[in-house]
């Protein structure tokens, strides 16, 4: 074996897949912090009391909201596989996570209001 081709092995060099985990994995806690705040203000706007059934569908919503959080990696992996990484996603990650973020906020705040006032609209 020749001793130089140790010095130009790379298989400690994390692959493209690899670093884009790493990377969305490191944002998924601010993700969960702003989504999940703005839910709890959302919820002592709205919420009059909650009960075991409100409870479920604000973990369900959490859940969901990371499911979809995960679309981030799945379009660099995309991208990786069919694009052969045409598409330099490095250069988009920050612009997709804050938009992301906010567009996932913003649903959470205003699912909020729409689930407490819906239970309290009378059908016709």
Not at 71 to 87: D, P, S, T
């Amino acid at each position: 074996m020749n001793p130089n081709s140790e010095i130009l092995d790379d298989s400690d060099k994390p692959s493209k897949l690899e670093e884009a985990i790493s990377w969305w994995e490191k944002k998924r806690l601010i993700f969960n912090l702003c989504v999940g705040i703005t839910g709890v203000i959302g919820v002592l706007l709205f919420g009059t009391n909650l009960w075991l059934g409100d409870i479920i569908d604000i973990i369900f919503i959490g859940i969901l909201m990371n499911v979809f959080y995960s679309l981030g990696f799945v379009i660099e992996a995309l991208n990786q596989h069919y694009l052969k990484g045409r598409i330099k996603m490095e250069n988009w990650r920050m612009a997709l996570f804050v938009l992301g973020t906010i567009f996932s906020s913003l649903a959470t705040f205003l699912g909020s209001f729409l689930y407490f006032h819906a239970i309290d609209i009378q059908p016709f």
